[in-house]
């Protein structure tokens, strides 16, 4: 039978040999289906810019366009000073309460960890007894260790109701309002973007600047504001990373992987109009001032975020001592 088949396959493949180079199966000469529509959105999102302009046209950055162009007429404000404002009511309205319900949790999280030593001590002990009564070998006692203590402190984490990954709701809030606010800026910027009256928003833009950047759809040939998002960033990391005590290694490679990243948005941002770089700057001051502002006592007391063992009363004398033994030490 086998070679019965075999033999039918090569007549098969010698009839598809023999056939003229120009002449195709019946099956080839069907009409082939066309795509439906969203795949073909997705094709043309796929390619060479389709990406951006499928981002720069979704509805996320018209609504973040809309909020903008409300917030300068309502207030009348000239475009430097409706975009600080913008930025500093979103800021102050969406992330502050994200970032203090983060230092909540966290608070809540670094509370359990005496206990969940506790715990990870008592049970090594009994894996232990278990292993050399029942003559486990150390790989199932490291996965019965392993499995269990997982399991306790998830417990944990649900009688407290703090698990970590509450914590990053900040992140998933703050990045994608970031990124489309900063694409309805620029499309603001590139004329992109016109008034129900037909006027270009561009224009407008590019009389609305003040000091040393009068307009805000050029770059700023003087890099003031891009070296100074740089600069405000690298701020944030290390205050970050000076609170941080017996870092892991991965949180050294995130921490060098974010400093990195502000390093490269001054060139960056030295070749994007100053509309963008002047809500970046913005954003970062907002969130430098959130920074310091939860390390405050009285804030963090206001907010009921509760107390921990890395909490001080005196934080800001704390971080400009760290500070200056980090970074003034060095030089002398």
Known sequence: MLCRSCAGLLRSLRTLQLRAPGSLPA???????????????SVSAASPGGWYEALAASAPVHAAEEMLLSAQETTGLPWWGSILLSTVVLRGAVTLPLATYQHYILAKVENLQPEIKDIAKRL????????RQFGWSKRVARLTYLKNIRRLVSELYVRDNCHPFKATVLVWVQLPMWVFISVALRNLSTGATHTDAGTSIQDQLA???TLWFPDLTAVDSTWILPVSVGVVNLLIVEIFALQKIGKSRFQMYVTNFVRAVSVLMVPVAATVPSAL???????????????????????????????SRSDSETPYRDLSAAFC?????RKR
């Open 277 to 307: 770089v002047l809500y970046w700057l913005c954003s970062s001051l907002m969130g430098l001032s959130q920074n310091l502002l939860l390390r405050s006592p009285g804030f963090r007391q206001l907010c009921r975020i509760p107390p």
């Open 325 to 329: 033994a980090k970074f003034l030490s």
């Open 207 to 209: 009389a609305g600047g």
């Open 124 to 131: 090594n002990q009994e894996v232990a007894v278990c292993a």
């Open 27 to 41: 099956w080839s000469s069907a009409r082939l289906p066309t795509l439906p529509v969203w795949a073909a959105a």
